[in-house]
């Protein structure tokens, strides 16, 4: 049924492109309604908290500005991260790569298992699934137990994350609770949602108790103090970060903040992007060792794996100020659409469509900039204003480059359009006017497929071979922002009340 | 190898900006950062502590009230309340619990032991009225972060005047204690991964008890 990712990790090395991946899920109508369902529930939760803060521009001005700003210091806040961090009694350690990361934190593991029996306990990161550690870990002989409700659903299904905040939300509860009476073993287990949480909360208990070793991601790294932070909400990150002897904690570079009290931001705008919650049930922020309190051994694990590349491209390094918010995915129409597993990379949505491709250098997942409508809805909802669109554009251009490197066969016509297509997005005027002019052209481009969906062909007549197979989604017949100023025009109409 | 690892993304990150950071340089850039965003409340304080007292609410969290007198009679109500039989109480908490109740310190307690508790007892460094948010810190009083976790109901005393509106203001009361370990605690341990649908208690307290103690005088 649909796309299946049977203990296959994704890999955007080797996954299909998204466009074919793309159709495969659009037959599973189940999955639809389960990613269309959780996205709008938590799309309006979003709304409403969002709405309920009249500096809501304000912070996240302040969020883009704090974060293009932590990039251009990248280098130094780094290094005041790792002094203060070490000073605090933690050992930080650096990752060129994917690779790199996982031999550290398996050998790190291995030496505080002693032993004990080869098991960790983890909390849901995306790092971590960037990076493929379960499968790198138990090769090595240690069994990784994820203790995030929803992590748990992906690990005992051997299924793989489709949201970066909600890693199971293709899954509803019927579908949840025959993994858990399985891989449980619980064959009279109840199907009400509190029924299946109990039914982890005592699952994962006794592993809390017991097992010596944590292995973590992190939300943010504070340079000036060397504390780390995470957000969560069921606890089980607490149980990890507190109870084992030993915790070892990945994050990419791209994690750090200059300030304890840069945290007064992102910790209003991420909750509120993130679940709709006006504070998640839980932060925690610790600073190396404690005595007396949490884990003897901390080690910080900072890894590159590509986002230097990233920082290199001018216009696309605002792709690392994202705070894995989730929310462009629950305003994405392909998204809500696809799922994530189309992607096939652990980043789905708009910010995989971004991330993903230039984390590989473009080598791989390059049809992902194309997974998209260029709506902007994603730029409205980003908690730190990183225009996707535009980046999107850009990467489709630099796609184009690549592709056409080796060609010397280009019309005049060919290459005006590709250098237009380049240079089109970079500012928001020009970017808007594109995006009408896109959507009246698309009467002569759209046809129906079978399921009553428009669908158009992108760069008409140009490189054909290439992009025949590269359909995308239509563009919605008016766009958010159209509405949104109609709305605003007809309100100044009505007499401007209120 | 990690030495290298070490050198070269750094050298990563230099190329990639075009040149070296310094630290002195990014201090000043800090500084002029866009903060438009509300630092301050606008509430009285009552309506403040009414804000506060709804957001509690909302997140399923239970409230008692009582002035610096009662204190002892609102913890012990809402250790009955919830059926709590032992007690922990970190090092340092200035209050009692009800006779009848088993109370348990945690001097170091093994966590296994800490399991076998009911309910634990603390107070805590500051409040957020607009997230219905408790800041918790390892410091007497508080207990280290085991405490407020293992056991199943964690009832905590806030003090009116430790209540703050915004998530601003709150950092700036933390500003001194920025390395101590924090846990910032809204409501009981929940999860939406089920369908999206708030489900309360996985790992941490599943009931959370909050003693709102008003000023003296
Ligand atoms: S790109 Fe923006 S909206 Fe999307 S996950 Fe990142 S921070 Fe959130």
């Known amino acids: ?25 659009l037959n599973d109508a189940q999955l639809r309604k389960n990613v269309r369902h959780a996205t709008t529930v938590i799309q309006n939760k979003r709304a409403k908290v969002v709405g309920e803060l009249p500096d809501w521009q304000e912070l996240r001005e302040a969020g883009g500005a704090l974060r293009e700003h932590t990039m251009k210091f990248l280098d130094a806040y780094l290094e005041q991260f790792e002094a203060n961090c070490t000073r605090a009694g933690g050992v930080v350690h650096w990752a060129r790569d994917a690779a790199e990361a996982r031999e550290i934190v398996v050998r790190l593991a291995k030496e505080s298992i002693g032993d004990a029996p080869s098991e960790v ?26 203790t995030d409700l929803a992590e748990l659903i992906i690990q005992l299904g051997k299924d793989q994350p489709s949201h970066i905040v909600v890693p199971a939300l293709h899954k509803n509860r019927a579908q949840i609770r025959e993994i858990f009476q399985r891989e449980m073993h619980l064959p009279h287990l109840g199907e009400t949602p509190q029924d299946l949480a109990d039914a982890a909360r005592s699952f994962l208990r006794e592993k809390f108790l017991r097992v010596p070793t944590a292995v973590s991601g992190a939300n943010f790294l504070v340079a000036e103090t060397g504390g780390v932070c995470i957000v969560e909400s069921e606890g089980n990150g607490r149980m990890c970060l507190t109870l084992p002897r030993t915790l070892i904690t990945i994050a990419g570079i791209d994690k750090v903040v200059p300030r304890f009290a840069d945290l007064e931001v992102l910790l209003q705008v991420l909750p509120r992007s993130a679940t709709g919650e006006r504070m998640n049930p839980y932060n925690s922020i610790w600073t190396g060792v404690h005595p007396g309190d949490g884990p003897e051994q901390f080690h910080v694990v900072l890894m590159d794996n590509g986002r230097t590349d990233v920082l290199a491209d001018e216009h696309g390094r605002e792709t690392l100020h994202c705070i894995r918010c989730g929310a462009c995915q629950n305003a994405c129409p392909v998204y809500r659409q696809t799922g994530g597993h189309a992607y096939g990379s652990v980043y789905a949505g708009p910010i995989g469509a971004i991330l993903t491709p230039q984390l590989q250098k473009m080598e791989h997942a390059e049809s992902l900039p194309y997974a998209s409508s260029l709506c902007g809805a994603c730029y409205e909802v980003c908690p730190v204003k990183i225009n996707i669109p535009e980046v999107l554009v850009h990467l489709r251009s630099r796609v184009v480059e690549r592709k056409t490197a080796g060609l010397r066969v280009l019309t005049n016509a060919e290459a005006l359009a590709m250098k237009t297509a380049g240079s089109l997005f970079r500012s928001e005027r020009r970017f808007r006017a594109a995006q009408r002019l896109a959507r009246m052209g698309q009467g002569v481009l759209a046809r129906k497929d079978g399921s009553g969906e428009k669908w158009i062909s992108w760069l008409p007549g140009l490189l054909g071979g290439w992009t025949q197979v590269r359909d ?20 100044k109409h009505a007499g401007g009340a209120a | 190898m990690s030495a290298n690892a070490r050198t070269a993304v750094l050298e990563r990150v230099r190329a990639a900006k075009g040149g070296a950071a310094e630290l002195a340089k990014a201090a000043s850039a800090w500084g002029l950062l866009p903060r438009a965003y509300h630092r301050d409340g606008d509430l009285q304080r009552t309506a403040m502590l009414e804000r506060f007292i709804d957001r509690l609410h909302d997140y399923d969290a239970h409230v008692e009230f009582c002035d610096d007198a009662g204190l002892a009679g609102a913890i012990a109500r809402a250790l009955y309340a919830c059926g709590a039989k032992r007690v922990l109480v970190p090092v340092g908490l200035d209050v009692g619990c009800p006779e009848e109740l088993e109370r348990v310190e945690d001097a170091a307690l093994r966590v296994s032991e800490l399991d076998r508790v009911d309910a634990v007892v603390t107070r805590c460094t500051v409040a957020i009225a607009e997230t219905g948010t408790l800041v918790l810190q390892t410091v007497p009083g508080q207990g280290r972060r085991a405490a407020t976790l293992v056991p199943d109901i964690h009832v905590c005393i806030v003090r009116e005047r430790d209540v703050v509106m915004t998530v601003p203001e709150a950092f700036n009361r933390l500003a001194l204690t920025t390395t101590l370990p924090t846990t910032f605690v809204s409501g009981p341990s929940a999860t939406a991964d089920i369908e999206m649908t708030r489900i309360k208690g996985v790992h941490g307290p599943r009931t959370l008890y909050v003693v709102l103690e008003a000023e003296a005088g």
Request: proline share 6%; charged share 30%; aromatic share 8%.
């Open chain 1, 1 to 25: 049924m649909g796309l299946s990712t049977d203990g296959q990790a994704l890999d955007p090395r080797t996954a299909p492109e998204f466009q074919t991946a793309a159709r495969s899920v």
């Open chain 1, 121 to 146: 306990i983890k909390i849901k990161s995306m790092t971590t699934e960037e990076i493929g550690l379960n499968a790198a870990l138990q090769e090595a002989g240690i069994t990784p137990y994820e």
């Open chain 1, 472 to 491: 995308l989604h239509a563009l919605p017949d008016e766009t958010f922002r159209q509405w949104w100023e109609e709305r605003e025009k007809s309100k």
